[in-house]
């Protein structure tokens, strides 16, 4: 058995009494990654010599005080900042671009002592739910490779479950965490919106966006969490709100607890097999002590519309800065500056991140802002207001990370009322900003499914309570897809 099979807590046991070094570990992941990244195509670089130095530095460092992540890898979702790796975000109009500093995220795991191997494959600039829009490669699902792995963070969940990996960051804007790891049947949370810093994150949607965790188990899950969580005088959105312990709320006891089902999470569009995984998780909630009720969240079918309204007017603002003048794609042979920007931008931008552009400037134009933009806003003030209405009774609320199993390749656009179901899934806890997390919770056809669960405004601590609950009288997360295993 490799030794990424095992968690951070054998693995840190392992380091402690010296019968593993640092160094080793990251060369298992680095060789893992030569193996089966021909295969997976999760990674867009790996950063080998400096990750090896890393750990070897590691290993020169005394046992006292490290922490429980100290010597781990680690793979990045290539929209974070990374000194001197290049971060591209998945675009031709950043696949020369070095940036020279961290983002806070980094410089936190850089804190924990957690060792940098690579940037993982995306959707360009996080636009997209199969990671297929990436201007360089498709990467698959390693379930089953003629599948898609979700996106936009599917580089990050494909490599945890290929265990080349233990642990990614991703980022999640309309569920670009929660989805790819249901898709690869490992464990993804999208924190409240402010409990992550967002510096250093290239931003698609700002008041959307934040930075998630991707693991193979809830626990490691919840350390990964605890260490790059907390204010930060670089991002004024970051609450100052005290990051609890998280670890030590997985307790495995949810006796008492209210669940809340939206009848909307079970509705059309949403697979047969999908519904019946759902409905046995529930089962299982309810033999471990737990209560659940049928509820209405009545805005939900507005989500979608209100978020690619929103999502696209950032979008239309935050990527004006690349104009081929201060840093970029800049376009070549050209004549006058007006040619510079419509070239720059017509060659390094790809086709989905065009069509996002033009429809948020369709949204923020003079004619519609009103009737569109501000009517968006006002669809997600009533959203939200659904969710806090809702956690006055119930303490999570309960339902499908995506409503079918992962796509094959190619075949993203087949079924629109499932890709409406899948909107209707995830970007609702986005517009509300309050945090979510995706567990394995069945298969169907051989492909994995995936359980949501949300939680009130900065209360990880019950997620990971309750999905650890899961976890532990479940054997889902145990079950890994044969590449993993070498066969």
Same mark, same amino acid.
């Given at each position: 058995?490799?030794?990424?099979?095992?968690?951070?807590?054998?693995?840190?046991?392992?380091?402690?009494?010296?019968?593993?070094?640092?160094?080793?570990?990251?060369?298992?992941?680095l060789?893992?990654?030569?193996?089966l %990244?021909?295969?997976?195509?999760?990674?867009?670089?790996?950063?080998?010599?400096?990750?090896?130095?890393?750990? =070897?530095?590691?290993? =020169? =460092?005394?046992?006292?005080?490290r922490?429980?992540?100290?010597?781990?890898?680690?793979?990045?979702?290539?929209n974070?900042?990374?000194?001197?790796?290049?971060?591209?975000?998945?675009?031709?109009?950043?696949?020369?671009?070095?940036?020279?500093?961290?983002?806070?995220?980094?410089?936190?795991?850089?804190?924990?002592?957690?060792?940098?191997?690579?940037k993982?494959?995306?959707?360009?600039?996080?636009?997209?739910?199969?990671?297929?829009?990436?201007?360089?490669?498709?990467?698959?699902?390693?379930?089953?490779? %003629?599948?898609?792995?979700?996106?936009?963070?599917?580089?990050?969940?494909?490599?945890?479950?290929?265990?080349?990996?233990?642990?990614?960051?991703?980022?999640?804007?309309?569920?670009?965490?929660?989805?790819?790891?249901?898709?690869?049947?490992?464990v993804?949370?999208?924190?409240?919106?402010?409990r992550?810093?967002?510096?250093?994150?290239?931003?698609?949607?700002s008041?959307?966006?934040?930075?998630?965790?991707?693991?193979?188990?809830?626990?490691?899950?919840?350390?990964?969490?605890?260490?790059?969580a907390?204010?930060?005088?670089?991002?004024?959105?970051?609450?100052?709100?005290e990051?609890?312990?998280?670890?030590?709320?997985?307790?495995?006891?949810?006796?008492?607890?209210?669940?809340?089902?939206?009848?909307?999470?079970?509705?059309?569009?949403?697979s047969e097999?999908?519904?019946?995984?759902?409905?046995?998780?529930?089962?299982?909630?309810e033999?471990?002590?737990?209560?659940?009720?049928?509820?209405?969240?009545?805005?939900?079918?507005?989500?979608?519309?209100?978020?690619?309204?929103?999502?696209?007017?950032e979008?239309?603002?935050?990527?004006?800065?690349?104009?081929?003048?201060?840093?970029?794609?800049?376009?070549?042979?050209?004549?006058?500056?007006?040619?510079?920007?419509?070239?720059?931008?017509?060659?390094?931008?790809?086709?989905?991140?065009?069509?996002?552009?033009?429809?948020?400037?369709?949204?923020?134009?003079?004619?519609?802002?009103?009737?569109?933009?501000?009517?968006? =806003?006002?669809?997600r003030?009533?959203?939200?207001q659904?969710?806090?209405?809702?956690?006055?009774?119930y303490?999570?609320?309960?339902?499908?990370?995506?409503?079918?199993?992962?796509?094959?390749?190619?075949?993203?656009?087949k079924?629109?009322?499932?890709?409406?179901?899948?909107?209707?899934?995830?970007?609702?806890?986005?517009?509300?900003?309050?945090?979510?997390?995706?567990?394995?919770?069945?298969?169907a056809?051989?492909?994995?499914?995936?359980?949501?669960?949300?939680?009130?405004?900065? %209360?990880?601590?019950?997620?990971?309570?309750?999905?650890?609950?899961?976890?532990?009288?479940? %054997?889902?997360?145990?079950?890994?897809?044969?590449i993993?295993?070498?066969?």
């Open positions: 058995m490799t030794l990424l099979n095992k968690t951070a807590v054998e693995l840190q046991s392992l380091l402690h009494n010296r019968e593993l070094t640092v160094k080793e570990l990251t060369e298992e992941s060789a893992r990654i030569a193996k %990244d021909e295969s997976v195509q999760a990674f867009l670089s790996t950063n080998e010599s400096e990750a090896l130095a890393q750990a =070897q530095a590691l290993d =020169q =460092q005394p046992l006292e005080g922490g429980p992540l100290f010597g781990l890898p680690i793979g990045l979702k290539d974070i900042v990374t000194k001197g790796i290049t971060t591209t975000a998945a675009s031709k109009m950043l696949a020369n671009f070095v940036p020279v500093y961290d983002a806070t995220v980094v410089e936190k795991l850089r804190e924990a002592g957690m060792v940098i191997v690579g993982l494959n995306m959707d360009e600039f996080a636009m997209g739910s199969t990671t297929e829009t990436s201007a360089f490669k498709k990467t698959y699902n390693p379930w089953n490779l %003629d599948h898609v792995p979700g996106g936009s963070s599917g580089g990050s969940a494909a490599a945890v479950a290929a265990g080349e990996v233990p642990f990614a960051l991703g980022s999640d804007t309309g569920g670009s965490v929660r989805q790819p790891a249901a898709f690869c049947g490992v993804g949370m999208k924190p409240t919106y402010g992550v810093s967002r510096f250093g994150l290239i931003a698609y949607a008041s959307l966006d934040q930075v998630g965790t991707i693991t193979q188990n809830v626990e490691d899950n919840a350390m990964l969490l605890q260490a790059i907390g204010l930060d005088p670089k991002d004024s959105m970051t609450s100052p709100q990051v609890p312990d998280y670890k030590a709320a997985l307790t495995g006891d949810v006796k008492g607890l209210k669940i809340g089902v939206p009848k909307e999470y079970l509705g059309e569009g949403v097999e999908v519904k019946k995984a759902v409905q046995e998780a529930l089962q299982k909630f033999s471990l002590g737990a209560e659940w009720e049928e509820i209405s969240l009545p805005h939900l079918h507005y989500a979608a519309e209100a978020y690619y309204v929103i999502a696209t007017s979008a239309t603002s935050n990527l004006a800065r690349f104009d081929g003048i201060r840093y970029g794609y800049s376009a070549e042979g050209v004549h006058d500056l007006e040619e510079l920007y419509a070239r720059s931008r017509a060659e390094g931008f790809g086709r989905e991140v065009k069509k996002r552009i033009l429809f948020g400037t369709y949204a923020l134009g003079a004619e519609h802002h009103k009737d569109v933009f501000v009517k968006a =806003q006002k669809v003030a009533l959203i939200a659904d969710f806090a209405q809702a956690f006055e009774k303490d999570v609320i309960i339902g499908p990370s995506s409503a079918t199993t992962a796509y094959k390749i190619g075949e993203t656009n079924d629109p009322l499932a890709l409406y179901a899948n909107d209707v899934l995830t970007v609702p806890v986005n517009l509300a900003g309050v945090p979510a997390i995706s567990v394995p919770c069945g298969f056809d051989g492909l994995p499914v995936g359980l949501q669960i949300i939680g009130k405004h900065f %209360d990880e601590a019950t997620l990971y309570r309750v999905a650890h609950a899961f976890e532990q009288a479940t %054997d889902f997360h145990t079950q890994t897809p044969a993993r295993e070498g066969k």
